[in-house]
């Protein structure tokens, strides 16, 4: 017999109700079990109390709801919350949630490292280890969602306070090169026995895959934004690797494909700032000819967040000013992204930081365990 327990967050509520169908249930079980699942945070089946008991005797012996194991759990100063959490074999990944006035947005991550290897981010310098499965990407969010609410002291279910109220993935890894897993989290983000999130409050980032760009804008088109960083080929190419394969002139053409689908009449392109490399006021002048009148678009930048071993600096302040001012002029509405969670390596980039170090991981999984021994 097979004792593999299936995980319920690893399916979708069609999976889901083709599951409770294998199990002669009717579609309206599996609405039930899902809302339970993603509503409640409920784990132990025996807590489904609206569910028939010969269903949930049938559910403990073959299924369960298993969220990634958090190894670490931080809070910054500034309220930004980071947990590393354990995808196995010494490989972690890293979650973000960073609290504002009125709105709670989870950053998370969709590969354990990545392989795009731009040349500012720590996760590419880490090589590409594994995709992330569903159960992986969306129990960032379960997790998140509940542990900020028993924190908080605030009840499961609808009638609490939502904590998260937007999703980026933005953490570790470039989510379209993980096409399935991915798109299969992001429609129980959307759903409404799930979380219920609209699709503008979901944003997908990118280094620009164009194929799956057009992909995505045909299954489930959330927001989205693309990585830019440079203003020609040439100085792109440098920086992110991924250009050759998709150079601007694609990326821009897939960028305006996109919008036809999109929840927002605009795309959003991040400019990581790096000194001397991509900050000068010639090149913001030379993205404003790239951009304008071809891509309705907003521009984020990202001061960058410097890494040991990265050889890059952080644009100095005023440059970043005066680079935002030639496009502010210029009529693209520009925004500097204030940096959170600092103090606490979860600022965009820095999620890497922890988990460069394996030995350091596999110290603090062993450690976790309760291993007596560490072997290095
Ligand atoms: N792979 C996707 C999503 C994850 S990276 C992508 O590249 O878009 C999310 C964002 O973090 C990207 O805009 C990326 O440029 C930015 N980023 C990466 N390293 C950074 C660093 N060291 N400092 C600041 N931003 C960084
Ligand atoms: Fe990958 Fe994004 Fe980092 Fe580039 S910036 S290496 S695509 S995670």
């Given at each position: 017999?097979?004792?593999?327990?299936?995980?319920?967050?690893?399916?979708?509520?069609?999976?889901?109700?083709?599951?409770?169908?294998?199990?002669?249930?009717?579609?309206?079980?599996?609405?039930?079990?899902?809302?339970?699942?993603?509503?409640?945070?409920?784990?132990?089946?025996?807590?489904?109390?609206?569910?028939?008991?010969?269903?949930?005797?049938?559910?403990?012996?073959?299924?369960?709801?298993?969220?990634?194991?958090?190894?670490?759990?931080?809070?910054?100063?500034?309220?930004?919350?980071?947990?590393?959490?354990?995808?196995?074999?010494?490989?972690?990944?890293?979650?973000?949630?960073?609290?504002?006035?009125?709105?709670?947005?989870?950053?998370?991550?969709?590969?354990?490292?990545?392989?795009?290897?731009?040349?500012?981010?720590?996760?590419?310098?880490?090589?590409?280890?594994?995709?992330?499965?569903?159960?992986?990407?969306?129990?960032?969010?379960?997790?998140?969602?509940?542990?900020?609410?028993?924190?908080?002291?605030?009840?499961?279910?609808?009638?609490?306070?939502?904590?998260?109220?937007?999703?980026?993935?933005?953490?570790?890894?470039?989510?379209?090169?993980?096409?399935?897993?991915?798109?299969?989290?992001?429609?129980?983000?959307?759903?409404?026995?799930?979380?219920?999130?609209?699709?503008?409050?979901?944003?997908?980032?990118?280094?620009?895959?164009?194929?799956?760009?057009?992909?995505?804008?045909?299954?489930?088109?959330?927001?989205?934004?693309?990585?830019?960083?440079?203003?020609?080929?040439?100085?792109?190419?440098?920086?992110?690797?991924?250009?050759?394969?998709?150079?601007?002139?694609?990326?821009?053409?897939?960028?305006?494909?996109?919008?036809?689908?999109?929840?927002?009449?605009?795309?959003?392109?991040?400019?990581?700032?790096?000194?001397?490399?991509?900050?000068?006021?010639?090149?913001?002048?030379?993205?404003?000819?790239?951009?304008?009148?071809?891509?309705?678009?907003?521009?984020?930048?990202?001061?960058?967040n410097p890494f040991p071993a990265s050889g890059l600096k952080r644009s100095p302040h005023d440059a970043v000013l005066a680079f935002a001012r030639v496009l502010q002029e210029a009529g693209?509405?520009?925004?500097?992204?204030?940096?959170?969670g600092d103090d606490i390596a979860a600022a965009c980039g820095q999620l890497a930081g922890e988990v460069q170090d394996r030995t350091n991981a596999r110290?603090?999984?062993?450690?976790?365990?309760?291993?007596?021994?560490?072997?290095?």
């Open positions: 017999m097979d004792t593999t327990l299936t995980n319920l967050l690893d399916l979708d509520p069609a999976q889901l109700i083709a599951y409770c169908a294998e199990l002669g249930e009717k579609p309206f079980r599996a609405k039930q079990l899902q809302r339970w699942i993603h509503q409640f945070g409920a784990a132990d089946f025996d807590s489904m109390t609206d569910l028939a008991k010969s269903l949930r005797d049938k559910l403990k012996t073959r299924a369960e709801v298993r969220a990634p194991a958090v190894i670490s759990d931080h809070t910054s100063s500034d309220g930004t919350r980071k947990w590393l959490v354990d995808v196995g074999n010494g490989n972690a990944v890293e979650t973000v949630y960073i609290p504002e006035d009125n709105r709670g947005t989870l950053c998370i991550s969709t590969q354990a490292g990545c392989a795009v290897n731009c040349r500012f981010c720590s996760t590419g310098k880490q090589g590409f280890n594994r995709n992330l499965t569903v159960g992986e990407i969306i129990g960032q969010l379960w997790m998140a969602e509940f542990e900020l609410r028993r924190t908080k002291g605030i009840e499961p279910g609808p009638k609490g306070e939502r904590q998260i109220t937007n999703v980026v993935m933005m953490g570790m890894g470039e989510p379209l090169l993980n096409f399935e897993p991915t798109v299969t989290a992001l429609k129980l983000m959307l759903d409404d026995n799930a979380y219920g999130l609209s699709r503008r409050r979901v944003t997908l980032s990118t280094s620009g895959v164009v194929p799956m760009m057009d992909k995505l804008s045909q299954e489930v088109p959330v927001a989205l934004a693309v990585s830019l960083h440079a203003s020609n080929d040439a100085l792109r190419d440098g920086l992110v690797p991924l250009n050759k394969k998709y150079p601007l002139k694609e990326l821009l053409a897939a960028c305006k494909r996109y919008l036809e689908f999109a929840p927002r009449d605009f795309i959003t392109f991040e400019d990581c700032m790096l000194d001397g490399v991509n900050d000068r006021v010639e090149q913001a002048a030379e993205l404003v000819h790239l951009l304008r009148g071809r891509v309705p678009c907003k521009l984020n930048l990202i001061p960058f693209i509405v520009t925004t500097i992204r204030k940096t959170r110290i603090r999984l062993q450690a976790r365990r309760g291993a007596s021994e560490v072997r290095p």
